[in-house]
């Protein structure tokens, strides 16, 4: 069993095999060491299902079943139309596992017991033995955390069924006075899970006697299960938001929920496992070529705070309008658990400057001069493959010469100019003449 590699990954959900895959992909010595996780179902959007194809987990992308309707309400309210995916999480992780030995990941099935730097590398304790690495990813999930950030105190009970109705395949989203649930069917079998304050009363009565507790708040849900038969125990599971401490070591990172398992109302959890990924992939990528973690641990560390942030964000404004229609204890301390924050995370003490920053360049974490706006306190150093603090200095030079600004940085015209209004939309006084941009619009943001 192979006891050296360039990169260990703690874990075996999307997020570490997304990684593991990629670093693979570059040449690194990987080796994964973790269990696929237990049963569950989840939602998922048409984005997700394209960044599983586009990191090559083909085989995970073919247990996504097919769309089905999404309907429900929120704060009386009617929750718009449009579909999402089903996915069974067992058959998932299963996948994902093909498509690592696809890639040629060692693999090990077992549980990581603790980790600690010696020198410049890496050792893993494991179930058989000691496993060591130049570079360490923790994608453990919740149970590799040390949260420094919480969101509010809550529990999910998962309850599987199996529906009379073989023929019918949807989602459905709906708040109750003391929490809210999701069902998912598909060509006969259900998935119920309802999310509440850990702290709940029914609670001490038993899951199932609080499944039933909720359900005749929700008559439609009710409605929806009548005859169904429960396959199985319900099971509970952590569902209160967090955001982990840095590791602030070198080398070393956390992914996922081992670093910001976000809320349940902020969806879209794989989809930032996956983004996540990559981010992960370029950061230990960068250190085994530089062996400069610095730059790469002020990126990472700045990008979740924006991601806790921003997720959050979304979270807060859904707890906020059930709150308003009904506020009972449950949605008014959620509502209030999340500071307010502005919607476009602006800073309005943060004046429009440049300055160097880490940045991501392809599969590289590095050092790049960056525009800052209170919009974009992070910074962003490209649109459309312009680099913007390199067009700013030359319409400066130029007095705004389009043309010559698109010799001098080998781009077309009209990415130029797009890139200039969109610097004059963020309130710079820049080529006042610039034409019109033709139809596109990128838009620059850090990722």
Known sequence: MQSTADVAILGAGPAAIAAACALRRLGHSVVLVGRSRTAAVEGMSERTLTLLRQNGLEAAARTVRGAVERTGTWAGEAVAGGAEYIVDRAELDAALLTDAHCAAVSIRAERALGYQSRGALWTVRTESGELHCQTLIDARGRRA?????????LIAICQRFRLQDANCSFTRLEATAHGWCWLAVHRGMGWLQVMTSRKAPSLRLGLRQHLAAFLAQTPQMAALLC??????????????????????????????????ALDPLSGQGVYEALRGAHIATAAAHTYLRTRQWEPIGQFLSERMSELWERR????????????????????????????????????ASE?????????LNGMCIEQRRVLVTPRFPRGVWQLEDVDLPELIELLNTTGGDIACASRHLSRP???????????????????????PPAAGNGIGAPI
């Open 145 to 153: 955390q040390r949260p420094v950030r919480r969101g509010p105190e």
């Open 227 to 260: 005859g169904a038969l429960p396959l199985g125990e319900p099971v509970a599971r952590a569902a209160t938001a967090t955001l982990s401490a840095e590791l602030r070591r070198c080398g070393a990172q956390r992914l996922g929920d081992a670093a910001a």
């Open 312 to 347: 959050n964000a979304t979270a807060a404004l859904h707890y906020q309008r059930q709150a308003q229609r009904t506020p009972t204890e449950f949605w008014s301390v959620a509502a209030a658990q999340y500071p307010a924050l502005d919607p476009a995370h602006a800073r």
């Open 351 to 359: 004046a429009t400057s440049l300055a160097w920053r880490p940045v």
């Open 413 to 435: 015209p009209q990415m130029v100019v797009r890139a200039v209004q969109w610097l004059r939309a963020q309130g710079l006084r820049v080529a006042p003449d610039a034409p």
